[in-house]
């Protein structure tokens, strides 16, 4: 038996050509138009309390070509320009906000990293000047030679040019967290702004917006609370990242009852996935690009399809 259900996967969304950063990899509020009549025309647009409803022996039917919308991160695009959109067409979504970035007006480093792809140009260019700043910590952590570094990326990916992938595994998961942070840091503050608390909350949601998304009868889960690789965490640190970002969630009004996790990077582990079936967490969301199958696929690693995967 199958029940197919394919999970879509947003993250910025907005108005891209008239923005102050056009380069940014998102999906313009035109063609998110045209991917939801898409959508409507070939899918039947589900809830995460349907997909909950379905789960176990017993569980309800999906519909046929059953489609979950989720988007992370908690952008101000998904309040300005999403729900409007969402709300029109009677389609309730999944948002997954990192607390950290709301509560405390920071910018993630990831998407310190976007905005500085967005905004440096060439990326060979940008690379070189990675590389240089490395120097500044080559004795103290005992860096590796920057080709070691390099060869780690792959030669393709579905996406990004090389020089890009380069980058992100660089400055997101290959150098020690205090060097890569002090780069980020450098790199954002030269390249984007040095005002990271405005840009913070132009970025993100606010607490306020989010709580509104759930009266609006939208889903609201958690993202983890620092956007933290948390298959790279100990099993103690990965209990204080949920458990902090369900202080959040209990914070907006959401229930425990029907919880779900989207993970940060689609990083998770043994350990964290017994962690949340202690906590009741109902349903965990990744990245592997493939339709969601709820009678074959674990309910905390659900699949996800980028919305690149589908026309627009």
């Not at 999970?7 to 950063?21: G, N, T």
């Not at 991917?35 to 046929?64: M, S």
């Not at 009741?280 to 995967?309: H, K, S, Y």
Request: overall charge negative; charged content about 25%.
């Amino acid at each position: 038996m199958s029940r197919p259900v394919t999970i879509v996967m947003y993250h910025y969304v907005r108005e891209l050509a008239h923005s102050r950063f056009p380069a940014i990899k998102g999906l313009s509020l035109e063609r998110f138009r045209r991917q939801l009549d898409h959508i409507q025309a070939n899918y039947t647009p589900v809830a995460v309390e349907d997909l909950i409803a379905a789960l176990g022996p017993g569980g309800r039917d999906l519909p046929p070509r059953a489609l979950l919308l989720t988007f992370d991160d908690a952008y101000t695009d998904h309040y300005v320009n999403v729900l409007p959109a969402l709300l029109a067409r009677g389609i309730r979504g999944c948002f997954f906000p990192p607390a950290q970035a709301v509560l405390e007006h920071v910018v993630l480093d990831v998407n310190k990293i976007h905005f500085i792809l967005a905004s440096a140009g060439d990326p060979g260019r940008l690379l070189a000047e990675v590389v240089a700043l490395m120097e500044d910590f080559r004795a103290d952590y005992d860096l590796a030679p920057a080709r070691r570094y390099l060869q780690t990326a792959p030669a393709d990916h579905r996406f990004d040019p090389r020089e890009v992938v380069v980058i992100k595994r660089l400055l997101q998961r290959e150098l020690p967290p205090p060097v890569r942070n002090e780069i980020v840091r450098r790199l954002f503050a030269e390249h984007v702004t040095t005002d990271e608390t405005a840009f913070a909350r132009e970025l993100y949601m606010s607490a306020d917006q989010l709580a509104g998304l759930r009266r609006a009868g939208m889903h609201v889960g958690s993202h983890g609370f620092s956007h933290a690789w948390l298959d790279r965490l100990d099993p103690a640190g990965q209990a204080a990242e949920i458990d902090r970002s369900l202080a959040f969630l209990d914070a907006l009004g959401a229930s425990r009852d029907s919880w779900t996790i989207c993970y940060p990077y689609g990083g998770y582990n043994a350990s964290l996935l017994d962690l949340l079936r202690a906590r009741r967490c109902r349903l965990g969301f990744g990245v592997t690009p493939r339709v969601a199958d709820l009678d074959a696929d674990e309910p905390l690693a659900l699949p996800r399809v980028d919305t690149n995967d589908l026309p627009s």
